[in-house]
């Protein structure tokens, strides 16, 4: 762990003077503030791939479905090339969950996730499509992936 912890410090730094030489205002607050999203945004994906396995039928308990989440999202930076969906695959089946379910559920998060980044892409892309549009857009992904 005190490596894992090294080594993010390590690329933080080395990534924050590469940042540097982009001609953009950088400042910790802002940088703080992603990171806070982003960390949001995490537990936001761990909550509903988690109620996604329930519905489906997985009975493994809410504490396990939670570690073979994290435990997929933390393999994608293994300099292995193993990604969230293996990982979860490999864990969740040694946790007793049914790979296939896993497997499955993590396919459909990762296509509703695409399509709301999507559509949410839209939005900063000025007159290609109207914001109206790209709510409905996003509010119907959203939609979606609730009804999973």
Known sequence: MVGAAGSLA???????????????RWGWGWVAGAAACGVAADLVMSGAWTVLMERSGDRSGWRTRTRVFWVGQLARFLPTGLGSLPARVVVGGRAGMSRRRVAGTTVAELVASGATAGVAGL???????????????LVGSAAGFAGL
């Open 123 to 137: 939005l900063v892309l000025p007159g290609l499509v109207g914001v109206g549009a790209a709510v409905t857009g």
């Open 10 to 24: 390590w690329v933080l730094v080395d990534r924050w003077q590469q940042a540097g030489a982009v001609h953009l």
